[in-house]
């Protein structure tokens, strides 16, 4: 049964950082990629940042250079680095799962953003 449970979201100031954990299970990991979207209240989802199976990252301009999606040896964690938050980045953080159309940053482009499979969600809060 596939599974992405998230963990590491919190409250922090402007400019801090936190690190978004994601236990992922129930995937074979050569079929699917993998990425982090955010939900605010009463906005679009907006994916984030997405590993591809041969471990190519693409990200959402609005977090480029700010944010680090990255994976465990085993592939069964992921992870998200966020760093120099800023309040408009607050939001519920989820992980998601897709298998089809998913390389070369075709993904995160779609709007709106849509996965086949997803976690229950992390909120990050940041204040200025």
């Known amino acids: 049964q596939e599974q992405l449970i998230e963990s590491g979201g919190g409250s922090v100031q402007a400019g801090g950082s936190l690190r978004l954990s994601c236990e992922v299970s129930?995937?074979?990991?050569?079929?699917?990629?993998l990425g982090w979207f955010r939900q605010a209240p009463g906005k679009y989802r907006e994916g984030v940042a997405a590993i591809e199976t041969d471990g190519t990252t693409t990200y959402a301009d609005s977090v480029k250079g700010r944010f680090t999606i990255s994976q465990g040896n085993t592939k069964s964690t992921l992870y998200l680095q966020l760093n120099s938050l800023e309040p408009e980045d607050t939001a519920k953080y989820y992980c998601?799962?897709?298998?089809?159309?998913?390389?070369?940053?075709?993904?995160?482009?779609?709007?709106?953003?849509?996965?086949?499979?997803w976690g229950q969600g992390t909120q990050v809060t940041v204040s200025s």
């Open positions: 129930g995937f074979p990991y050569n079929n699917f990629c």
């Open positions: 998601a799962a897709e298998q089809y159309d998913c390389y070369q940053g075709s993904w995160l482009r779609r709007r709106p953003f849509r996965a086949t499979y």
